[in-house]
């Protein structure tokens, strides 16, 4: 099978991401937005990633007004129905991710393959709810969606050999290095860096150096592009909380438990890069480490 069609459920960072590697490799993409203001703000951000690409070099005019014209924009689930792929990339909540693939299941023809963007949810737990597990795959970018080069493909006990082959080839098309991951919580990335994420929350909360001086050391010490505060706040604050949630959940070991700081981060509505505040504060030309 050969994929030409592709729908994206949800287009916040990740969402918004994918769209754009998708129209930009030449696909025929369709996503989806809870309501005419999200799909608004999706836009804007593939616009602002094109514009960027476009500044750098990497495509031409010609090619960012192709790209844009190949994705269109609904806030009806019902409309994706007809995809040869649909990738999902909404919150990291296993009921929400669980509505929209039995509503995909159920409008969508036999041969449509279902993928998980998800962070940390096993994807069994989204293909045992369907009448499709056998297409059903993990499908997991990384940000910013048009720099980073990983993907990981995530494979359950029952995902044929057909729909791997289908949805290696497709990362493949957009230029990504998958690597095969197992259907474990984190998979391979976050399964490690999530608890070294964590790990310097601690180390704040106990007040053994401040957010400048941790971000400070791992990019000079260990030449990391951000340290762990500022991917944290890049990632989310409220999705990097989420991931924990699950990740402890699952393997119930201290490593994976959200701090309490990550927890009242949240509770404030400070979530990191996208609300304009976290560990930093990104109101004026250069972040500024928030005393806490
Ligand atoms: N969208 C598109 N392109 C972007 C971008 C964005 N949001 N941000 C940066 N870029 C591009 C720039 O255009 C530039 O491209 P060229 O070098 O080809 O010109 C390149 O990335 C570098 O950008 P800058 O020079 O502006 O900035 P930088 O050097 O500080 O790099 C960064 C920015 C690529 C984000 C870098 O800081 C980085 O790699 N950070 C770490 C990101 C990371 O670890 N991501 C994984 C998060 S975990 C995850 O995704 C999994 C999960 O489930 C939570
Ligand atoms: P985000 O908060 O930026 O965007 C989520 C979007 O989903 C929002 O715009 C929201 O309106 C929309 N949404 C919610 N319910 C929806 C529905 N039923 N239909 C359509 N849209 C809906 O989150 P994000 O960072 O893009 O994360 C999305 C997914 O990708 C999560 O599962 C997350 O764990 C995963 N992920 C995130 C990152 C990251 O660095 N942020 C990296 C890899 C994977």
């Given at each position: 099978m050969k994929i030409e069609t592709v729908g994206v459920v949800g287009c916040g960072l990740m969402g918004s991401g994918i769209s754009e590697v998708a129209a930009r490799a030449g696909y025929d993409v369709l996503v989806r937005e809870v309501d005419e203001r999200a799909v608004e703000q999706g836009r804007d951000r593939i616009s602002a990633s094109l514009e960027r690409a476009v500044e750098r070099e990497k495509i031409t005019p010609e090619e960012r007004a192709r790209s844009e014209e190949r994705i269109r924009y609904t806030t009806?689930?019902?409309?994706?129905?007809?995809?040869d792929l649909v990738i999902e990339a909404i919150v990291e909540d296993l009921a929400a991710k669980n509505e929209v693939f039995s509503t995909l299941d159920r409008l969508a023809p036999g041969h449509t393959i279902l993928a998980t963007n998800t962070s940390?949810?096993?994807v069994t737990e989204l293909a045992s709810?369907?009448?499709?597990?056998?297409r059903v795959m993990g499908l997991h970018f990384f940000n910013p969606v048009p720099v980073m080069k990983l993907v990981e493909l995530v494979r359950t006990i029952e995902t044929s050999d057909e729909t791997y082959a289908t949805v290696l080839e497709f990362a493949r098309a957009l230029g990504k290095e998958p690597v095969t991951s197992p259907?474990?919580?984190?998979?391979l990335v976050n399964l490690l860096l999530v608890p070294f994420v964590l790990d310097a929350i601690r180390q704040v909360e106990r007040g053994t150096a401040t957010i400048a001086e941790i971000d400070t050391a791992m990019v000079l010490?260990?030449?990391?592009?951000?340290?762990p505060l500022t991917l944290c706040d890049f990632v989310g604050i409220d999705t990097f909380h989420r991931i924990s949630e699950i990740m402890y959940e699952e393997?119930?070991?201290?490593?994976y438990a959200p701090p309490p700081l990550l927890k009242r981060m949240v509770a404030m509505g400070r979530y990191g890069r996208k609300s304009g505040?976290?560990?930093?504060?990104?109101?004026?030309?250069e972040p500024v480490p928030l005393t806490l």
């Open positions: 009806r689930l019902e409309d994706l129905a007809d995809r940390s949810l096993p709810g369907v009448g499709r597990p056998d259907d474990a919580s984190g998979f010490g260990l030449g990391h592009p951000m340290g393997y119930r070991e201290v490593r505040k976290g560990f930093y504060d990104y109101a004026g030309d």
